[in-house]
């Protein structure tokens, strides 16, 4: 018999799963309608913490993918969310506005650069805009007992010709700085996968999680004991996938090829 996945609801990562730059992968759109009207639950989850949800659904429905504020879940958002169980006190952050904003709205105070010394959280995403007296100042506030946190780890961002450094470069100059580790939000840690499961209100048993990348998304449904699938349409190719400790469960070619299995 062939296999079907029974799932109720489906996790999606964005970049190099359902577009590619400002292009949909093929089959994307046609994915997202089906199980819709399957009646199945979906979020997508992406490590990118410089987006909204409100400019992701925007930018992925001018490709033709239909979804809600509602069915995004960004790294920024889900360390704010994290944060709830922390209590109040101020922040200093390295990352860009959708960071800043969300942890603000959850009633922290975001100090600047001046006022890094009284932090009682350092907050790190991709910064595109990162100094070195950003640096310093975070790595002051974490050596002055600041707790240290990080949206994602992602070493590198790809793009057409190449890869920029990720939030975990970022990261990196301050780890090797202070000797201080982060607590790491985004994907492949658990923190963002029970953040998602609360989101989508499913049971670990009920949930898959698509994506391109090893390291995260996969290792994130491995971490969590959620079943994962892989996508070849991204940063991982077929010679990747034999050498990795990180195995998924099923190996698609691009996410057309669920239409099989639902
Ligand atoms: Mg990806």
């Known amino acids: 018999m ?4 029974n799932f109720k609801a489906f996790i999606f990562d964005i970049d190099g799963s359902l577009s590619r730059g400002n292009s949909p992968i093929e089959g994307a759109s046609e994915i ?22 409100e400019g992701y659904a925007e930018k992925l429905g001018k490709m033709g993918i239909n979804v809600s504020q509602e069915e995004i879940l960004t790294s920024s958002m889900a360390t704010a969310v994290y944060m709830k169980k922390f209590n109040q006190g101020k922040v200093y952050v390295i990352g860009e506005e ?20 009284e932090a009682k959280y350092v907050v790190c995403g991709l910064d595109r805009h990162v100094t070195y007296d950003k640096l310093a100042a975070a790595s002051y506030a974490i050596q002055n007992g600041a707790k240290f946190i990080a949206a994602n780890a992602d070493r590198s961002l790809p793009v057409e010709d190449g890869y920029l ?9 301050i780890i090797k700085t202070t ?6 939000v985004g994907k492949p840690s658990k923190r963002i996968m029970k953040i998602a499961m609360d989101r989508l209100g499913t049971t670990k048993d009920e949930v898959a999680i698509v994506g391109d990348a090893l390291e995260t998304d996969i290792k994130a449904g491995r971490n969590s004991r959620i079943y994962s699938i892989l996508v070849l349409t991204g940063v991982t190719k077929e010679e990747d996938l034999a050498t990795s400790r990180v195995k998924p469960d099923l190996v698609l070619g691009s996410i057309a090829g669920l239409s099989d299995l639902l």
């Open 2 to 5: 062939a296999l079907k996945l």
């Open 32 to 53: 997202i309608a089906m199980l819709r009207r399957k009646g199945k639950k979906i979020l997508l989850l992406t490590n990118n913490s410089t987006g909204t949800p």
């Open 98 to 117: 959708a960071l800043s904003s969300a942890i603000s709205r959850e009633g922290f105070t975001i100090l600047n650069e001046e006022e890094a010394r």
């Open 165 to 173: 450094p990720g939030a975990g470069a970022i990261l990196s100059a």
């Open 179 to 184: 000797n201080v580790r982060p607590l790491i």
